[in-house]
């Protein structure tokens, strides 16, 4: 029997960009061997099928929780999305039709979307890239009063009643599932890789009690076949020859797959291994959280019996989440130009389509009015030799009328020719041309409109960009002021946005930006000019000693 499974995972605002990655396969995954990139075209968007949505995950989260207006700005630590993951077993899929299988995962959408709230929902992907077809649903947790509290929302007892409900709606909308393992303490759910091993083992023993099967029949069939050397015929003979031979290839071919799928679970054991070695890595670091925690209590404690200490506790937790919020908002700036950086390609792209449409315009203009020159010079002729036909009389005359004429029926012919290839092209008739081109006219004056304004959008965007990268360089400047420890909280969270290899430089901070910075340092945070000055100078002695070392590996070098 099948199982009705549904993971929750909590995610962070750092984390939501990975997500995106993954769930838009963004970047090929080397940590996962299940995903076939080639079958990805496959894989259906559930939540922006027709594609109008064109936000990153992460600005559609900042823009609900923009939307909730909570009293205090979000905490950096602070889950700001549940990720669900519903599917079943490989075998399950396998019985079902495609058609079925897509009803399968928007019964599970349309499911989590009622329970969580349509305005939640950020993403839904169904991966039918990998080897078992799953759905990957994001969900921002909103409480029913307009807070931001992942807790508050997904305590045990509601997991609990999330996971019968799930199956209850599954089982009345056709699909044969039992409920999911409970996570109640005694029995949790398997772990997706383990899940995956778990599969692939149910699955090898299965084709290992084929093979026992078959070569139980292998032997029986020679059995018989022994004993039949007497009262069997020769074609009853050949005929058992016959089956043995081909069970003896079912069999060969059984081995192989046994020996496949144990590849495949040994690889999959190695995979579960080393994250699980990894997790290992990271339990002392959690329970010196842990530890970090109880200090702040006993710290928090130890400030309140002595009052003089307060103000400048107060100050120090001022300054540390401002460290935070810088942090914040240079993933934010970064998030903002790659936005806008991506709306000047898709504005560029629109304004060279637009300048195509126009030269189409210009070129079918040309040619209908070549045309028309054409089909008024022919029918010039026509009228020019009908008029000399109509002179040319008499006995004698035969000869030259008879030429006449010939050359009326050439030019007539031709005429049909030029008409027949008009109503070809443009579907019109020659009265229609002058009609044509007026039409063709204010198109292109439309267009040349609508092509200006998009370089204008262009440059709004070109703008746009510059400014981000001003704010950002600004603000790393300023959070560079800061003493080191909280520095490094702001550099930690600022590396969380990775930039694509040709912005990266951008984004560094140049001489002739540097009186730009100090300038509006000194109006907005003079505090913080004179440590932003000493530390564009020690960068300038840094770079001098790279610089050096760089110089005496050339002079050492030989010479070619």
């Known amino acids: 029997m099948s199982y009705a499974v549904l993971h929750m995972q909590k995610i962070k605002m750092g984390g939501v960009r990975g997500i995106e990655n993954h769930n838009e396969r963004l ?143 599954m ?93 495949e679970v040994l690889e999959l054991q190695k995979g579960l291994s080393k994250t699980r070695s990894e997790l290992k890595e990271t339990e002392v670091p959690l329970s010196r959280l842990k530890d970090l925690t109880d200090e702040n209590k006993a710290l928090q404690a130890f400030v309140e019996k002595r009052p003089g200490l307060q103000k400048e506790m107060g100050l120090f937790e001022q300054r540390k989440e401002q460290a935070y919020q810088l942090g914040d908002k240079l993933v934010d700036f970064k998030s903002k130009y790659e936005q806008a950086n991506q709306e000047r390609r898709q504005s560029v792209e629109k304004t060279y389509r637009l300048d195509n449409q126009v030269r189409e315009c210009d070129s079918s203009i040309a040619d209908l009015k070549g045309k028309q020159e054409r089909l008024n010079a022919t029918q010039g002729k026509i009228e020019s030799l009908e008029s000399k036909l109509e002179h040319t009389t008499g006995f004698f005359k035969g000869k030259d009328r008879k030429a006449l004429q010939d050359s009326i029926g050439k030019e007539k012919e031709s005429l049909s020719e030029q008409v027949k290839k008009l109503n070809l092209e443009y579907n019109i008739r020659p009265e229609g041309i002058g009609d044509r081109i007026t039409a063709l006219q204010d198109r292109k004056t439309d267009l040349q409109r609508a092509k200006q304004a998009q370089i204008e959008y262009t440059n709004k965007c070109e703008q746009a960009k510059g400014n981000i990268l001003r704010q950002y360089k600004y603000t790393k400047a300023l ?82």
């Open 27 to 169: 970047k090929e995954s080397h940590t996962n061997p299940d995903i076939n990139y080639e079958k990805s075209h496959l894989n259906r968007d559930l939540y922006n099928s027709n594609g109008a949505d064109q936000r990153t995950y992460y600005n559609r989260v900042r823009d609900r929780i923009k939307e909730l207006e909570l009293p205090k700005a979000v905490r950096h630590d602070a889950v700001v999305v549940t990720g669900f993951l519903c599917t079943s077993d490989k075998e399950f899929f396998d019985k079902l039709p495609q058609a079925e299988q897509d009803r399968f995962f928007k019964q599970s959408y349309d499911f989590l979307q009622k329970r969580y709230g349509e305005k939640n929902v950020i993403a839904s992907t169904v991966h039918y890239d990998e080897k078992t077809p799953h759905m990957h649903c994001y969900i921002i947790p909103v409480t029913e009063d307009g807070r931001l509290s992942c807790k508050d929302i997904h305590t045990p007892s509601e997991l609990r009643d999330l996971q019968t409900k799930y199956h209850q709606h």
């Open 479 to 560: 959070s560079g002021a800061q003493d080191k420890g909280f520095r490094e909280i702001t550099a930690r969270h600022d590396a969380m946005a990775q930039l694509p290899d040709q912005d990266t430089k951008l984004f560094q901070i140049s001489h002739k930006d540097r009186a730009e910075i100090l300038d509006r340092m000194a109006e907005q945070n003079p505090n913080a000019v004179e440590r932003c000055k000493a530390n564009f100078k020690l960068q300038d002695e840094q770079q001098k000693t790279v610089s050096k070392a760089i110089s005496k590996t050339k002079d050492f070098m030989p010479q070619r």
């Open 171 to 263: 089982r009345e909308n056709g699909f044969d599932l039992e409920r999911g393992v409970p996570s109640d303490g005694k029995r949790k759910h398997v772990e997706m890789q383990e899940f995956k091993i778990q599969t692939k083992y149910d699955q090898l023993k299965a084709k290992e009690a084929e093979l026992e099967k078959l070569e139980s029949i292998d032997k029986s069939v020679n059995l018989h076949a022994e004993k039949g050397k007497l009262t069997y015929s020769t074609k009853e003979v050949e005929a058992i020859k016959d089956q043995n031979r081909a069970l003896k290839v079912e069999i060969y071919n059984k081995e192989k797959e046994i020996g496949k799928l144990k590849n």
